[in-house]
T-cell receptor
């Protein structure tokens, strides 16, 4: 079993819809959780960074962490065509700064 | 603010050739990383350098070598390129040795080996 599982999609939604993405993980030592956005032919760009369980909101983006279920989510409200990208979840434990990545989920927002 | 800069952006090699991928960061970060990204495989760590003067193997180090030239620069070398090394290579850096800081990525080097 891989440490981080992420459904690769692709996920197509109409403009204005809510996008829901999630990852599951197996390593209970993970404490730091990140979402990266990657546009085509570009590097991953940090979108959200959270520690331990709970919610974090930044504009149209909300990240949720449920450590009891080993499950993290990213919600994008009022999705825009500019949100079309691949979204990667990543996580690390408290000791090392080595990230475990999901495979990425491609999102297409249709105007 | 350039962040993480990778050169070259594209390269085509023949099997058996060697080359070095360059990476530099201007954020005064301690830790630097090299990843490869392949379709269906996600990002895989090749080597990392927790601080200047140290390097360690990641998940897929075979066929690669690295050099942490100074705090800013971290290079990745393919001594004898193989078609299996065709990939997109990303360099990343983060602020703190050990501990936890998010990693910041460059825009990648797209490498094809014929």
């Amino acid at each position: 079993q891989k440490e981080v599982e992420q459904d690769p999609g692709p996920l197509s939604v109409p403009e204005g819809a809510i996008v829901s993405l999630n990852c599951t993980y197996s390593n209970s030592a993970f404490q730091y959780f990140m979402w990266y956005r990657q546009y085509s032919r570009k590097g991953p760009e940090l979108l959200m960074y959270t520690y331990s369980s709970g919610n974090k909101e930044d504009g149209r983006f909300t990240a949720q962490v449920d450590k009891s279920s080993k499950y993290i989510s990213l919600f994008i409200r009022d999705s825009q065509p500019s949100d079309s990208a691949t979204y990667l979840c990543a996580m690390s434990d408290t000791k090392y700064n080595r990230l475990a990545f999901g495979k990425g989920n491609q999102v297409v927002v249709i105007p | 603010n350039a962040g993480v800069t990778q050169t070259p952006k594209f390269q085509v090699l023949k099997t058996g050739q060697s080359m070095t991928l360059q990476c530099a960061q201007d954020m005064n970060h301690n830790s630097m990383y090299w990843y490869r990204q392949d379709p269906g495989m996600g990002l895989r760590l090749i080597y990392y350098s927790a601080s200047e003067g140290t390097t360690d193997k990641g998940e897929v180090p075979n066929g690669y070598n690295v050099s942490r030239l100074n705090k800013r620069e971290f290079s990745l070398r393919l001594e004898s390129a193989a078609p299996s090394q065709t990939s997109v290579y990303f360099c990343a850096s983060s602020g703190r040795e050990g501990g936890n800081q998010p990693q910041h990525f460059g825009d990648g080097t797209r490498l094809s080996i014929l």
